[in-house]
């Protein structure tokens, strides 16, 4: 069966720190592979999602992911965090089906 | 963009009633939605597949009798919580599907809280 690992499930940092949120998936066939975020209060947002192509997807607010197909691996990155990024973050998976499979999320924390 | 909207937001009920909670697609056509529920500190477990004008593709370990979807039109759909009790208390959440190949996106409603005392 299909699973989604994020390793980190609290991540604490400071304003400007990078921020590196890990998500491995387990499938051997191809795969669509999305990272959703959700602000305190707020639904589920999209962040970027990676469909075929260039493995190195930019999305909103300045974040990126790799997908690294050797590695079964799709980790989120931003360079430089802000407070405002405080959020809990979903990593997700579909494989040959509509069906979205979610990591546990991450929950990352800003300080100013 | 694409926006979901679920009703209502928060509902607490007796044990043993049933319970309707609406999902919409407001400015777009939805043949297909999902429902999830959220447990606390958890991931979104996706309960069932809700497609319009068929019968709903129900998860593993999902009672269909207990959590009965209907999808009547292209942009509504509904989960009814029949008899519900106190471990039927979490966060369901809906999302609709646009879409299709690398244009597909599901965008999600804001969820509704049960508590079922």
């Known amino acids: 069966a299909q699973s989604v690992s994020q390793h980190n499930h609290h991540v604490i940092l400071s304003e400007a720190a990078s921020l590196e949120l890990g998500c491995n998936y387990s499938?051997?066939?191809?795969?669509?592979l999305f990272w959703y975020v959700q602000y305190p209060g707020q639904h589920l947002q999209l962040l970027l999602k990676?469909?075929?192509?260039?493995?190195l997807v930019k999305g909103i607010k300045g974040f990126e992911a790799e997908f690294i197909k050797s590695k079964f691996s799709f980790n989120l990155r931003k360079p430089s965090v802000q407070w405002s990024d405080t959020a809990e973050y979903f990593c997700?998976?579909?494989?040959?089906?509509?069906?979205?499979?979610f990591g546990t999320g991450t929950r990352l924390q800003v300080f100013p | 963009g694409a926006v979901v909207s679920q009703h209502p937001s928060r509902v607490i009920c007796k044990s043993g009633t049933s319970v309707k909670i609406e999902c919409r697609s407001l400015?777009?056509?939805?043949?297909?939605m999902f429902w999830y529920r959220q447990f606390p500190k958890k991931s979104l477990m996706l309960m069932a597949t809700?497609?319009?004008?068929?019968?709903?593709?129900?998860e593993q370990g999902v009672e269909k009798d207990k959590f009965l979807i209907n999808h009547a039109s292209l942009t509504l759909s509904t989960l009814t919580v029949t008899s519900a009790h106190p471990e039927d208390s979490s966060f369901y959440i809906c999302?609709?599907?646009?879409?299709?190949?690398?244009?597909?996106?599901?965008?999600f409603g804001p969820g509704t809280r049960l508590l079922v005392l």
């Open positions: 999302s609709a599907k646009i879409g299709t190949g690398w244009r597909e996106t599901q965008y």
């Open positions: 499938y051997g066939g191809t795969v669509n």
């Open positions: 990676y469909f075929s192509g260039d493995p």
């Open positions: 997700a998976v579909n494989a040959g089906t509509d069906k979205l499979i």
């Open positions: 400015d777009f056509q939805a043949t297909t």
């Open positions: 809700s497609n319009e004008g068929s019968k709903a593709t129900y």
